[in-house]
T-cell receptor, first 114, second 114 residues
Framework: GDSVTQMEGPVTLSEEAFLTINCTYT??????LFWYVQYPGEGLQLLLK?????DKGSNKGFEATYRKETTSFHLEKGSVQVSDSAVYFC?????????????FGQGTTLQVKP | EAGVVQSPRYKIIEKKQPVAFWCNPI?????LYWYLQNLGQGPELLIR????????DSQLPKDRFSAERLKGVDSTLKIQPAELGDSAVYLC????????????FGPGTRLTVL
């Protein structure tokens, strides 16, 4: 079945460091891909998305490119801030489902130190 | 605009007791989702409603879990009787018509079964 795999956390970085959180997926066809973020004590929030191969999603300085050839959707940010500390979830919505079904990875905790 | 509201935020019960969680989605969102999030894992869909109809409840353990969405707005998720393994965070999310790829999550209810 469809699945999402994320890199193990926690990821600990100093402020202004470069961030990469790896995400790979297994799915048939062309799923839509998402990154959600969960700040402490809050619900998950959609960070960015991409719906077809080679699309780049971006928001708040974060970027991720839909790579069909490597089945990946890695999250990147050029300079992280303490306020970026959160849990990041990669997710997919199966091809042609149009149902809103989301399959999540296990989450990666990011800790940014001043 | 108010977000997805869930209550209670925390609940501690003894095993074999019943428990109920309540969710109020964003106004105008006809699709409502209940997710289960175990510690260190991503959310897993339990049930999805389109208005008052449960259109996907394949992952809901129907021997002890039940849900309802009367009048297609608020929803209640119930567990009876609760087991130790039910300790988790229960998340509610909603999405607007035709935009099921963008889900808005509530803060969740953290359930502890003793």
């Amino acid at each position: 079945g469809d699945s999402v795999t994320q890199m193990e956390g926690p990821v600990t970085l100093s402020e202004e460091a470069f961030l990469t959180i790896n995400c790979t997926y297994t799915a048939t066809g062309y799923p839509s891909l998402f990154w959600y973020v969960q700040y402490p004590g809050e619900g998950l929030q959609l960070l960015l998305k991409a719906t077809k191969a080679d699309d780049k999603g971006s928001n708040k300085g974060f970027e991720a490119t839909y790579r069909k050839e490597t089945t990946s959707f890695h999250l990147e940010k050029g300079s992280v801030q303490v306020s970026d500390s959160a849990v990041y979830f990669c997710a997919l919505s199966p091809d042609f489902s149009n149902t809103g079904k989301l399959i999540f990875g296990q989450g990666t905790t990011l800790q940014v130190k001043p | 605009e108010a977000g997805v509201v869930q209550s209670p935020r925390y609940k501690i019960i003894e095993k074999k007791q019943p428990v109920a969680f309540w969710c109020n989605p964003i106004s105008g969102h006809n699709t409502l989702y209940w997710y289960l999030q175990n510690l260190g894992q991503g959310p897993e869909l339990l049930i999805r409603y389109e208005n008052e109809e449960a259109v996907d409840d394949s992952q809901l353990p129907k021997d002890r879990f039940s849900a309802e969405r009367l009048k297609g707005v608020d929803s209640t998720l119930k567990i009876q009787p609760a087991e130790l393994g039910d300790s988790a965070v229960y998340l509610c999310a909603s999405s607007s018509p035709g935009a099921t790829d963008t889900q808005y999550f509530g803060p969740g209810t953290r359930l502890t079964v003793l």
